[in-house]
């Protein structure tokens, strides 16, 4: 039997937004905030899937490429603490329905192939920290970055040498 896979989809940061994200971060928060996410690492979750298996995989691999969803852009313009799963987050006050739409239809197909979702609503977010279980000081706003989400990716995660790393399996494009 293969070994199972720490699987999620998300949408990336273009490079050039990771360094802006991380720049901002070391300029408006405190060293202490918490662990600072890698800028490879930045990313929106759409649906975790957990450690599944190569089976499981395959299944939601196919069902990702029969999506149509389309295009869209987002404003990075909102920021956040969940002092509970010590995560300190920037999102967006208006989330698309085409991003409501892509999380919905892969956390309903990851459910359906028995992958556990969250009964929380989703909270499209980039995490910035984690470990982040003090009283954070949050700065006032965020610089309204605009994100245009073109495709969308298969991520394994991945702990190597006491770090962790996303490799990407699959990508595929969201229609004009
Ligand atoms: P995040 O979206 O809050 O950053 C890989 O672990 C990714 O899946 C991370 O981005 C992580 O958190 C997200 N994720 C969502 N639900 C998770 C869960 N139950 N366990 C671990 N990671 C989860």
């Known amino acids: 039997m293969s070994a199972e896979r720490r699987l999620f989809f998300a949408l990336t940061l273009p490079a050039k937004l990771q360094k802006q994200v991380i720049k901002w971060r070391a300029d408006n928060f405190l060293a202490e905030t918490g662990r600072p996410v890698a800028a490879a690492n930045l990313h929106i979750t759409l649906a975790f899937l957990g450690e599944i298996s190569e089976l499981k995989a395959e299944a939601l691999t196919l069902v990702a490429g029969r999506i149509q969803a389309k295009k869209f852009s987002l404003t990075l313009d909102d920021i956040g603490h969940w002092p509970g799963s010590g995560v300190v987050w920037i999102g967006t ?84």
């Open 93 to 176: 006050k208006r989330a698309p329905n085409a991003l409501l739409q892509l999380a919905s239809v892969l956390r309903s197909h990851a459910a359906r192939n028995g992958c556990h979702q969250s009964t929380l609503p989703f909270h499209p977010h980039v995490s910035l920290y984690r470990s982040a279980t003090r009283p954070v000081a949050i700065p006032p706003a965020t610089p309204e970055w605009m994100l245009e989400a073109t495709e969308f990716s298969l991520y394994e995660s991945l702990y190597e040498k006491g770090r962790t790393r996303y490799r990407c399996l699959q990508t595929w494009p969201l229609a004009d």
